[in-house]
Protein backbone atom coordinates (compact mmCIF):
# COMPACT_ATOMS: atom_id res chain seq x y z
CA UNK A 1 0.00 0.00 0.00
CA UNK A 2 1.29 3.43 -1.03
CA UNK A 3 2.08 6.28 1.94
CA UNK A 4 -0.55 8.24 0.19
CA UNK A 5 -3.35 5.80 1.56
CA UNK A 6 -3.01 6.32 4.46
CA UNK A 7 -4.21 9.91 4.27
CA UNK A 8 -7.70 8.07 3.39
CA UNK A 9 -7.58 5.83 5.95
CA UNK A 10 -9.01 5.94 9.03
CA UNK A 11 -9.71 3.14 12.22
CA UNK A 12 -12.35 1.06 11.30
CA UNK A 13 -14.65 1.04 14.64
CA UNK A 14 -17.62 2.99 14.67
CA UNK A 15 -17.16 4.97 17.68
CA UNK A 16 -13.65 6.11 16.98
CA UNK A 17 -14.76 7.89 13.74
CA UNK A 18 -15.82 10.88 15.49
CA UNK A 19 -12.60 10.98 17.77
CA UNK A 20 -9.56 13.25 15.99
CA UNK A 21 -7.20 10.50 17.30
CA UNK A 22 -8.42 7.68 14.96
CA UNK A 23 -6.91 9.59 12.36
CA UNK A 24 -3.85 9.31 10.73
CA UNK A 25 -3.31 5.94 11.87
CA UNK A 26 0.03 5.28 13.35
CA UNK A 27 2.87 2.86 11.24
CA UNK A 28 4.76 0.84 13.66
CA UNK A 29 7.41 -1.72 12.85
CA UNK A 30 6.30 -0.19 9.19
CA UNK A 31 8.46 -2.45 6.53
CA UNK A 32 9.04 -0.42 3.79
CA UNK A 33 9.98 -1.12 0.01
CA UNK A 34 10.57 1.67 -2.83
CA UNK A 35 8.86 1.57 -6.60
CA UNK A 36 10.71 3.23 -9.23
CA UNK A 37 7.92 5.50 -10.94
CA UNK A 38 8.04 7.96 -13.35
CA UNK A 39 7.66 11.72 -12.20
CA UNK A 40 4.91 13.11 -12.73
CA UNK A 41 4.61 17.18 -11.45
CA UNK A 42 1.10 17.21 -12.46
CA UNK A 43 -0.45 15.19 -10.87
CA UNK A 44 1.22 15.74 -7.24
CA UNK A 45 -0.19 19.28 -7.96
CA UNK A 46 -3.46 18.05 -8.49
CA UNK A 47 -2.86 15.76 -5.93
CA UNK A 48 -2.14 18.79 -3.01
CA UNK A 49 -5.35 20.08 -2.73
CA UNK A 50 -7.04 16.45 -1.38
CA UNK A 51 -4.18 16.17 0.77
CA UNK A 52 -4.79 16.88 4.42
CA UNK A 53 -1.19 17.76 5.38
CA UNK A 54 -0.88 18.15 9.24
CA UNK A 55 -2.48 14.37 8.72
CA UNK A 56 0.51 13.92 5.94
CA UNK A 57 3.41 15.73 8.37
CA UNK A 58 2.71 13.13 11.06
CA UNK A 59 2.88 10.22 8.27
CA UNK A 60 5.93 11.26 7.16
CA UNK A 61 7.84 11.81 10.12
CA UNK A 62 6.71 8.65 11.74
CA UNK A 63 8.25 6.84 8.98
CA UNK A 64 11.29 8.47 9.27
CA UNK A 65 11.31 10.97 6.31
CA UNK A 66 12.56 14.44 6.16
CA UNK A 67 10.45 16.53 7.73
CA UNK A 68 7.75 18.50 5.65
CA UNK A 69 7.08 22.39 6.16
CA UNK A 70 4.46 23.00 8.60
CA UNK A 71 2.09 24.94 6.03
CA UNK A 72 1.27 23.01 2.79
CA UNK A 73 2.84 24.63 0.09
CA UNK A 74 0.36 26.34 -2.96
CA UNK A 75 0.34 24.88 -6.28
CA UNK A 76 2.37 27.79 -7.26
CA UNK A 77 5.23 26.91 -4.51
CA UNK A 78 4.92 23.79 -5.15
CA UNK A 79 5.40 23.81 -8.92
CA UNK A 80 8.71 26.29 -8.63
CA UNK A 81 10.11 23.51 -5.89
CA UNK A 82 11.44 20.83 -7.67
CA UNK A 83 13.36 19.45 -4.49
CA UNK A 84 9.54 19.66 -2.78
CA UNK A 85 8.10 17.50 -6.09
CA UNK A 86 10.59 14.67 -5.82
CA UNK A 87 10.38 14.49 -1.79
CA UNK A 88 7.09 14.23 -2.34
CA UNK A 89 6.40 11.87 -5.36
CA UNK A 90 9.45 9.47 -3.30
CA UNK A 91 7.10 9.93 -0.34
CA UNK A 92 3.65 9.74 -1.52
CA UNK A 93 3.74 7.52 -4.43
CA UNK A 94 7.04 5.22 -4.42
CA UNK A 95 6.97 3.72 -1.01
CA UNK A 96 4.82 1.52 0.16
CA UNK A 97 4.22 -0.01 3.34
CA UNK A 98 4.41 -3.81 2.98
CA UNK A 99 4.48 -5.66 6.44
CA UNK A 100 4.04 -3.77 10.04
CA UNK A 101 0.84 -2.19 11.80
CA UNK A 102 -1.04 0.30 11.59
CA UNK A 103 -2.40 1.78 15.28
CA UNK A 104 -4.99 3.98 16.27
CA UNK A 105 -4.16 6.45 18.45
CA UNK A 106 -7.83 6.59 20.11
CA UNK A 107 -8.59 2.72 21.06
CA UNK A 108 -5.66 1.61 20.37
CA UNK A 109 -6.43 -1.35 17.49
CA UNK A 110 -3.39 -2.33 15.74
CA UNK A 111 -4.50 -3.49 12.03
CA UNK A 112 -1.69 -5.70 10.70
CA UNK A 113 -0.27 -5.26 7.07
CA UNK A 114 0.95 -8.42 5.46
CA UNK A 115 2.27 -8.45 1.62
CA UNK A 116 1.12 -5.01 1.58
CA UNK A 117 -2.59 -5.40 2.83
CA UNK A 118 -4.04 -3.96 5.96
CA UNK A 119 -6.48 -5.71 7.42
CA UNK A 120 -9.42 -3.62 8.93
CA UNK A 121 -11.11 -6.37 9.82
CA UNK A 122 -12.62 -6.51 12.85
CA UNK A 123 -13.10 -8.90 16.13
CA UNK A 124 -16.25 -9.62 16.56
CA UNK A 125 -16.72 -7.49 20.13
CA UNK A 126 -15.56 -4.72 17.89
CA UNK A 127 -17.81 -4.07 15.59
CA UNK B 1 -14.44 -1.92 -26.75
CA UNK B 2 -11.92 -1.46 -23.90
CA UNK B 3 -9.84 -4.63 -23.36
CA UNK B 4 -10.66 -6.77 -20.17
CA UNK B 5 -8.30 -7.17 -17.55
CA UNK B 6 -6.33 -10.25 -17.64
CA UNK B 7 -7.64 -12.31 -14.11
CA UNK B 8 -5.78 -15.87 -15.10
CA UNK B 9 -3.82 -15.92 -12.19
CA UNK B 10 -6.63 -15.49 -10.20
CA UNK B 11 -7.68 -18.93 -7.48
CA UNK B 12 -11.26 -19.35 -8.60
CA UNK B 13 -11.93 -21.36 -5.98
CA UNK B 14 -12.06 -18.66 -3.20
CA UNK B 15 -12.27 -15.75 -5.28
CA UNK B 16 -15.27 -14.68 -7.28
CA UNK B 17 -14.78 -14.99 -11.28
CA UNK B 18 -15.73 -12.47 -13.44
CA UNK B 19 -19.46 -13.54 -14.63
CA UNK B 20 -22.33 -11.65 -16.31
CA UNK B 21 -22.73 -9.19 -13.84
CA UNK B 22 -19.15 -8.02 -13.75
CA UNK B 23 -18.85 -7.60 -17.15
CA UNK B 24 -22.09 -5.60 -17.00
CA UNK B 25 -20.46 -3.09 -14.43
CA UNK B 26 -17.50 -2.57 -17.14
CA UNK B 27 -19.70 -2.44 -19.95
CA UNK B 28 -22.16 0.61 -18.02
CA UNK B 29 -19.20 2.41 -17.21
CA UNK B 30 -17.72 2.30 -20.33
CA UNK B 31 -21.16 3.54 -22.13
CA UNK B 32 -21.34 6.69 -23.77
CA UNK B 33 -23.54 8.28 -21.02
CA UNK B 34 -21.66 7.32 -18.20
CA UNK B 35 -17.98 8.54 -19.51
CA UNK B 36 -20.04 11.90 -20.59
CA UNK B 37 -20.87 11.92 -16.69
CA UNK B 38 -17.32 11.25 -15.67
CA UNK B 39 -15.63 13.71 -18.05
CA UNK B 40 -18.47 16.24 -16.83
CA UNK B 41 -17.89 15.79 -13.44
CA UNK B 42 -14.24 14.96 -13.00
CA UNK B 43 -12.18 15.72 -15.86
CA UNK B 44 -9.89 18.88 -14.72
CA UNK B 45 -10.47 20.71 -18.62
CA UNK B 46 -13.98 19.80 -19.02
CA UNK B 47 -15.52 23.36 -19.50
CA UNK B 48 -18.18 23.39 -16.54
CA UNK B 49 -19.96 25.64 -14.81
CA UNK B 50 -17.45 25.31 -11.77
CA UNK B 51 -14.74 27.80 -12.60
CA UNK B 52 -12.04 26.21 -9.99
CA UNK B 53 -10.01 23.52 -11.28
CA UNK B 54 -11.25 19.73 -10.06
CA UNK B 55 -9.41 18.08 -7.52
CA UNK B 56 -8.05 14.97 -8.63
CA UNK B 57 -11.01 12.35 -7.69
CA UNK B 58 -10.51 9.27 -5.05
CA UNK B 59 -12.12 5.98 -7.35
CA UNK B 60 -12.81 3.18 -4.46
CA UNK B 61 -14.47 -0.46 -5.37
CA UNK B 62 -16.02 -2.39 -2.59
CA UNK B 63 -15.47 -6.27 -2.78
CA UNK B 64 -13.03 -5.76 -5.56
CA UNK B 65 -13.24 -10.16 -6.13
CA UNK B 66 -10.44 -10.69 -8.94
CA UNK B 67 -10.02 -6.94 -9.00
CA UNK B 68 -11.42 -7.00 -12.49
CA UNK B 69 -13.32 -3.85 -12.39
CA UNK B 70 -10.99 -1.65 -10.05
CA UNK B 71 -8.48 -3.03 -13.18
CA UNK B 72 -10.43 -1.54 -15.45
CA UNK B 73 -11.25 1.84 -13.88
CA UNK B 74 -7.32 2.06 -13.01
CA UNK B 75 -6.27 1.27 -16.50
CA UNK B 76 -8.65 2.88 -19.09
CA UNK B 77 -8.34 6.17 -16.78
CA UNK B 78 -7.99 8.77 -19.42
CA UNK B 79 -11.09 6.97 -21.55
CA UNK B 80 -13.69 6.50 -18.90
CA UNK B 81 -12.57 9.90 -16.90
CA UNK B 82 -10.87 12.19 -19.58
CA UNK B 83 -7.70 12.01 -17.27
CA UNK B 84 -5.37 10.04 -15.79
CA UNK B 85 -5.54 11.57 -13.21
CA UNK B 86 -7.47 9.67 -10.33
CA UNK B 87 -6.59 7.94 -7.39
CA UNK B 88 -8.12 4.29 -7.19
CA UNK B 89 -8.20 1.88 -3.89
CA UNK B 90 -9.62 -1.68 -3.38
CA UNK B 91 -11.35 -3.08 -0.20
CA UNK B 92 -12.34 -6.81 -0.12
CA UNK B 93 -13.38 -8.90 3.13
CA UNK B 94 -11.66 -11.92 1.29
CA UNK B 95 -7.68 -11.69 1.76
CA UNK B 96 -7.09 -13.74 -1.43
CA UNK B 97 -9.31 -11.15 -3.73
CA UNK B 98 -7.09 -8.02 -1.97
CA UNK B 99 -4.14 -10.42 -3.17
CA UNK B 100 -5.22 -11.28 -6.58
CA UNK B 101 -6.89 -7.72 -7.53
CA UNK B 102 -3.32 -5.85 -6.39
CA UNK B 103 -1.93 -8.39 -9.56
CA UNK B 104 -4.81 -7.49 -12.12
CA UNK B 105 -4.16 -4.10 -11.59
CA UNK B 106 -0.49 -4.44 -12.12
CA UNK B 107 -0.72 -6.12 -15.25
CA UNK B 108 -3.42 -4.22 -16.55
CA UNK B 109 -1.81 -1.33 -16.31
CA UNK B 110 1.52 -2.47 -17.90
CA UNK B 111 -1.04 -3.46 -20.89
CA UNK B 112 -2.48 -0.31 -21.08
CA UNK B 113 0.87 1.46 -21.36
CA UNK B 114 2.36 -1.20 -23.83
CA UNK B 115 -1.21 -0.52 -25.97
CA UNK B 116 -0.78 3.49 -26.02
CA UNK B 117 2.88 2.72 -26.79
CA UNK B 118 5.08 6.10 -25.10
CA UNK B 119 2.31 8.57 -25.64
CA UNK B 120 1.49 9.81 -22.07
CA UNK B 121 0.29 7.11 -19.23
CA UNK B 122 -3.64 5.98 -19.71
CA UNK B 123 -3.86 4.53 -16.06
CA UNK B 124 -4.59 6.38 -13.27
CA UNK B 125 -3.16 5.66 -9.53
CA UNK B 126 -3.99 2.86 -7.88
CA UNK B 127 -2.77 2.95 -4.21
CA UNK B 128 -3.69 -0.24 -2.59
CA UNK B 129 -6.14 -2.75 -1.88
CA UNK B 130 -7.29 -3.43 2.04
CA UNK B 131 -9.33 -6.06 3.74
CA UNK B 132 -12.16 -4.49 5.14
CA UNK B 133 -16.59 -4.69 6.05
CA UNK B 134 -17.50 -2.08 3.29
CA UNK B 135 -15.90 1.24 3.49
CA UNK B 136 -15.31 1.00 7.21
CA UNK B 137 -11.76 1.73 6.93
CA UNK B 138 -12.32 4.97 4.85
CA UNK B 139 -12.58 8.66 6.29
CA UNK B 140 -15.29 9.53 5.83
CA UNK B 141 -16.77 11.99 3.00
CA UNK B 142 -13.72 10.61 1.06
CA UNK B 143 -14.99 9.00 -1.54
CA UNK B 144 -15.65 10.34 -5.45
CA UNK B 145 -16.59 7.54 -7.16
CA UNK B 146 -18.05 4.40 -5.27
CA UNK B 147 -18.35 0.64 -6.74
CA UNK B 148 -20.15 -2.05 -5.77
CA UNK B 149 -20.93 -5.77 -7.21
CA UNK B 150 -22.37 -6.92 -3.89
CA UNK B 151 -23.05 -10.34 -2.26
CA UNK B 152 -26.93 -9.52 -3.62
CA UNK B 153 -28.21 -13.56 -3.91
CA UNK B 154 -31.36 -13.83 -1.63
CA UNK B 155 -30.02 -16.36 0.74
CA UNK B 156 -32.03 -17.75 4.11
CA UNK B 157 -28.71 -16.46 6.02
CA UNK B 158 -25.73 -14.66 5.80
CA UNK B 159 -22.68 -16.55 5.85
CA UNK B 160 -20.77 -17.03 8.89
CA UNK B 161 -16.80 -17.48 9.75
CA UNK B 162 -16.09 -21.26 10.37
CA UNK B 163 -14.44 -22.03 13.61
CA UNK B 164 -10.67 -22.51 12.12
CA UNK B 165 -10.62 -19.76 9.97
CA UNK B 166 -7.82 -17.20 10.17
CA UNK B 167 -8.56 -14.31 7.75
CA UNK B 168 -4.77 -13.26 7.33
CA UNK B 169 -3.81 -14.68 4.11
CA UNK B 170 -3.24 -18.12 5.49
CA UNK B 171 -0.67 -20.26 3.60
CA UNK B 172 -3.32 -22.86 3.13
CA UNK B 173 -7.13 -22.99 3.58
CA UNK B 174 -9.22 -26.07 3.95
CA UNK B 175 -12.44 -26.91 1.50
CA UNK B 176 -14.78 -24.97 4.46
CA UNK B 177 -12.78 -21.54 4.49
CA UNK B 178 -12.48 -21.61 0.64
CA UNK B 179 -16.54 -22.17 0.73
CA UNK B 180 -16.75 -19.04 3.31
CA UNK B 181 -14.73 -17.04 0.99
CA UNK B 182 -16.86 -18.01 -1.92
CA UNK B 183 -20.08 -17.49 -0.07
CA UNK B 184 -19.28 -14.24 0.80
CA UNK B 185 -19.11 -13.08 -2.64
CA UNK B 186 -22.51 -14.05 -3.74
CA UNK B 187 -24.41 -14.71 -0.49
CA UNK B 188 -26.95 -11.48 0.37
CA UNK B 189 -29.29 -12.60 2.64
CA UNK B 190 -33.02 -11.27 3.29
CA UNK B 191 -33.78 -9.91 -0.62
CA UNK B 192 -30.23 -10.81 -1.22
CA UNK B 193 -30.02 -7.07 0.12
CA UNK B 194 -28.65 -7.39 3.57
CA UNK B 195 -24.99 -6.13 2.48
CA UNK B 196 -26.18 -4.05 0.02
CA UNK B 197 -28.38 -2.06 2.78
CA UNK B 198 -25.64 -1.24 4.80
CA UNK B 199 -23.74 -0.01 2.48
CA UNK B 200 -27.13 2.18 0.90
CA UNK B 201 -27.11 3.18 4.51
CA UNK B 202 -23.51 4.68 4.68
CA UNK B 203 -23.89 6.17 1.65
CA UNK B 204 -24.49 10.02 2.94
CA UNK B 205 -21.38 9.61 4.85
CA UNK B 206 -19.58 7.66 2.63
CA UNK B 207 -19.24 10.17 -0.39
CA UNK B 208 -17.84 13.39 -0.92
CA UNK B 209 -20.38 15.85 -1.85
CA UNK B 210 -19.97 15.26 -5.42
CA UNK B 211 -19.83 11.96 -5.63
CA UNK B 212 -21.48 9.19 -6.64
CA UNK B 213 -21.86 4.98 -6.40
CA UNK B 214 -22.68 2.54 -9.20
CA UNK B 215 -24.25 -0.53 -6.89
CA UNK B 216 -25.29 -3.67 -9.36
CA UNK B 217 -29.01 -4.84 -8.42
CA UNK B 218 -30.85 -7.93 -9.48
CA UNK B 219 -34.82 -8.35 -9.91
CA UNK B 220 -34.93 -9.95 -6.33
CA UNK B 221 -33.29 -7.22 -4.54
CA UNK B 222 -36.63 -5.01 -5.31
CA UNK B 223 -34.59 -2.09 -7.12
CA UNK B 224 -37.72 0.16 -7.49
CA UNK B 225 -37.97 0.29 -3.78
CA UNK B 226 -33.95 0.33 -3.30
CA UNK B 227 -34.70 3.83 -5.41
CA UNK B 228 -37.39 4.80 -3.76
CA UNK B 229 -35.59 4.57 -0.58
CA UNK B 230 -32.31 6.25 -1.70
CA UNK B 231 -35.12 9.44 -2.74
CA UNK B 232 -36.10 9.80 1.03
CA UNK B 233 -32.56 10.62 2.04
CA UNK B 234 -33.29 14.45 0.59
CA UNK B 235 -35.10 16.28 -2.21
CA UNK B 236 -31.27 16.25 -3.69
CA UNK B 237 -30.64 12.33 -4.28
CA UNK B 238 -31.07 10.64 -7.24
CA UNK B 239 -30.83 7.12 -8.29
CA UNK B 240 -30.87 6.19 -11.43
CA UNK B 241 -31.11 2.76 -13.58
CA UNK B 242 -27.77 3.01 -15.91
CA UNK B 243 -27.46 0.26 -17.41
CA UNK B 244 -29.13 -3.05 -17.53
CA UNK B 245 -28.99 -6.69 -18.75
CA UNK B 246 -30.87 -10.05 -19.21
CA UNK B 247 -34.17 -8.29 -20.11
CA UNK B 248 -37.20 -11.24 -20.02
CA UNK B 249 -40.20 -10.17 -20.00
CA UNK B 250 -39.63 -6.42 -19.27
CA UNK B 251 -37.92 -7.50 -16.32
CA UNK B 252 -34.40 -6.81 -16.36
CA UNK B 253 -31.97 -9.10 -14.51
CA UNK B 254 -28.90 -7.49 -13.27
CA UNK B 255 -29.03 -3.56 -13.31
CA UNK B 256 -26.57 -1.04 -12.35
CA UNK B 257 -27.95 2.05 -10.24
CA UNK B 258 -26.22 5.57 -9.97
CA UNK B 259 -26.62 7.05 -6.97
CA UNK B 260 -25.42 10.74 -6.37
CA UNK B 261 -26.91 14.51 -4.97
CA UNK B 262 -27.80 16.91 -7.38
CA UNK B 263 -25.93 20.07 -6.38
CA UNK B 264 -26.34 22.09 -9.27
CA UNK B 265 -27.65 25.42 -8.61
C1 LIG C 1 -20.21 -10.54 -6.53
S1 LIG C 1 -18.52 -10.45 -5.96
C2 LIG C 1 -17.89 -9.17 -7.05
C3 LIG C 1 -16.43 -9.32 -7.39
C4 LIG C 1 -15.91 -8.36 -8.45
N1 LIG C 1 -16.05 -6.98 -8.05
C5 LIG C 1 -16.59 -8.59 -9.77
O1 LIG C 1 -17.42 -7.74 -10.14
O2 LIG C 1 -16.31 -9.60 -10.43
C6 LIG C 1 -18.69 -9.65 -4.36
C7 LIG C 1 -17.38 -9.38 -3.62
O3 LIG C 1 -17.67 -8.64 -2.41
C8 LIG C 1 -16.91 -9.13 -1.34
N2 LIG C 1 -17.64 -8.80 -0.10
C9 LIG C 1 -18.76 -9.40 0.40
N3 LIG C 1 -19.18 -8.76 1.51
C10 LIG C 1 -18.32 -7.74 1.73
C11 LIG C 1 -18.22 -6.72 2.72
N4 LIG C 1 -19.10 -6.64 3.73
N5 LIG C 1 -17.20 -5.84 2.65
C12 LIG C 1 -16.29 -5.93 1.64
N6 LIG C 1 -16.34 -6.84 0.67
C13 LIG C 1 -17.33 -7.75 0.71
C14 LIG C 1 -16.76 -10.62 -1.62
O4 LIG C 1 -15.63 -11.16 -0.96
C15 LIG C 1 -16.62 -10.62 -3.16
O5 LIG C 1 -15.28 -10.49 -3.53
Redesign the interface.
Known amino acids: MKVLSLNFLTCAVKACKSSSDSYPLHPQDAELVQDEIELNPDMLINVLPRLDWTALRTTSSELGFPALPEQAPTAEELQADEKMIRDLHHLLLETQISEGKLVCANCGHQYAVKEGIANFLLPSHLV | MLPTPDTSHVPYERVYEPAEDSFLLLDTLSSASETQYLHETFS ?1 DASSSSPS ?1 K ?2 P ?1 VVELGTGSGVVLAFITAHAKTLFGT ?2 I ?1 T ?1 G ?1 D ?1 N ?1 FA ?2 AT ?1 KTVEKAQADSVAEAGGNE ?1 PHG ?1 Y ?7 LA ?5 H ?1 VDVLVFNPPYVPTSEMPSRPETFT ?3 PSKTSFDDDSYLLSLSYAGGRDGMETTDRLIDALPEILSPRGCAYILLCAQNKPEQVKARIQTFGSEWRAVTVGSSGKTAGWEKLQIVRIWRDISP
Do not use: H, T, W, Y
Open positions: PPAIFNQLAVMACRIKLLGSVMGDAPLRNSEDL
